[in-house]
Each structure stands twice: as structure tokens, then as C-alpha cells.
């Protein structure tokens, strides 16, 4: 365990719902990563966070994929009008700025997605 | 466009033996160099960083760097079957940002 939590850890839905996954980081990590993985290829950038600031988000990122960290502490990712495609593991990071570079991810446990 | 790219294996060694896992890198500015282990169905977990040329040591894992080369291995010596997992190399930028991962090296340790 980490100490990085995800909620909820497996979501089903029907395609066209919108869903919302939470990230609780670190407590005392400012930065927070989210990642997509399927099945056979690493983790993919989403977006990430510098405390309540989302400094980058990815191509990936559609119009209907929103991010938010409102205190700088938890995140929640939505998506919206869920397609197919979106089936995935969701995965949360957090890290803390320390040395130029030097910083170390750390993953919470991932919320599987199933879109039928 | 940054890359990182592995062989996706199989890659099988029998119990005890070294294996070796290897990753190469195309952004010449990357700064950092992380191995994860990933077991199915599970989240990436750290095994080593490393960030100079030359090799770092902990315990049975050895993280190689030559950035001339822009190549960075992995070696697990005295291989358990607890080792079989994916392997992902990551690297990211000197400001810790970017992080971008390799496809992963699936490995299987024989018993």
C-alpha cells in the first residue's frame, strides 16, 4: 500500500453515462498524476496537478474527460457521455517537488472501467 | 514527441538465473529514469531510480544508465518465480515533469 487510495476500485456502465473517479494522494504530495492504461502498453498521461493548479493535460484528454483538485488535496476525473473506448484502468499518482527531476511517482491501487 | 520504448517479451529466465530488461529513450533532455514492477491486474510499484550514469545497486535489482547511449537496463540477479510481473521503464524531464512509460517487458521467471 502506498498510501495513494482510489474510489471506486471496478465501475461498470452503460455507454453515454457519466462517471467520477477520486484520487486521495499523499497527504503530504502537492503534485497528483492521472494516468489510462490498457490492456498490454504502459500508463498514459492524462493530466496532472501542482497543488489545486492542473499545470498540463494530455492530447488524450478529450472535451469530455474534466480533472479537478479544488484544495489541492483529493481529485476526481469525470467523464462524461463514456464511450467503448474509455474502457480502461484509471490510474492516480501523486509525488512531492523535491530535487530537479528527482521525484518519485507513487500509484494508488487504479479504478478499473468497464463501458458496455 | 518523447518515446520510450521496450521489447514487449515474453521475456522467460529459469529460477536463479539473471535476467535482464533493457529500455531506450529518444528526448536527449531526459533527466530521470524510473523501473516499476506491475503484476496483472495490479498498479505499477517503484523498484529503483536512477538519475547519474553508471549503475545503482539495491538488493538483487541493478538499474544501468548511459545516456550517450540513451539506453537504461534493468538486471535482477538470483531471478524468483516472484519476480515474473511487467517491467515498465518511465522517464521524465528535469523539472519531474512529463512522465512518459515504456509499453513494458513481460517477464516470466521459471521455476
Known amino acids: 500500500d502506498t498510501g495513494v487510495s482510489q474510489d471506486p476500485r471496478h465501475k461498470i456502465t452503460k455507454r453515454g453515462q457519466n462517471v467520477t473517479f477520486r484520487c486521495d494522494p499523499i497527504?503530504?504530495?502537492?503534485?497528483l498524476y492521472w494516468y489510462r492504461q490498457t490492456l498490454g502498453q504502459g500508463p498514459e498521461f492524462l493530466t496532472y496537478f501542482q497543488n489545486e493548479a492542473q499545470l498540463e493535460k494530455s492530447r488524450l484528454l478529450s472535451d469530455r474527460f474534466s480533472a479537478e483538485r479544488p484544495k489541492g488535496s483529493f481529485s476526481t476525473l469525470e467523464i462524461q457521455r463514456t464511450e467503448q473506448g474509455d474502457s480502461a484502468m484509471y490510474l492516480c499518482?501523486?509525488?512531492?517537488?523535491?530535487?530537479?527531476?528527482?521525484?518519485?511517482?507513487?500509484f494508488g491501487p487504479g479504478t478499473r472501467l468497464l463501458v458496455l | 514527441q518523447k518515446e520510450v520504448e521496450q521489447n514487449s517479451g515474453p521475456l522467460s529466465v529459469p529460477e536463479g538465473a539473471i535476467a535482464s530488461l533493457n529500455c531506450t529513450y529518444s528526448d536527449r533532455v531526459s533527466q530521470s529514469f524510473f523501473w516499476y514492477r506491475q503484476y496483472s491486474g495490479k498498479s505499477p510499484e517503484l523498484i529503483m531510480s536512477i538519475y547519474s550514469n553508471g549503475d545503482k545497486e539495491d538488493g538483487r535489482f541493478t538499474a544501468q544508465l548511459n545516456k550517450a547511449s540513451q539506453y537504461v537496463s534493468l538486471l535482477i540477479r538470483d531471478s524468483q518465480p516472484s519476480d515474473s510481473a511487467t517491467y515498465l521503464c518511465a522517464v521524465t524531464d528535469n523539472y519531474g515533469q512529463n512522465f512518459v512509460f515504456g509499453p513494458g517487458t513481460r517477464l516470466s521467471v521459471l521455476p
Open positions: 497527504s503530504e504530495h502537492n503534485r
Open positions: 499518482a501523486s509525488s512531492l517537488t523535491g530535487l530537479a527531476g528527482q521525484e518519485t511517482q507513487y
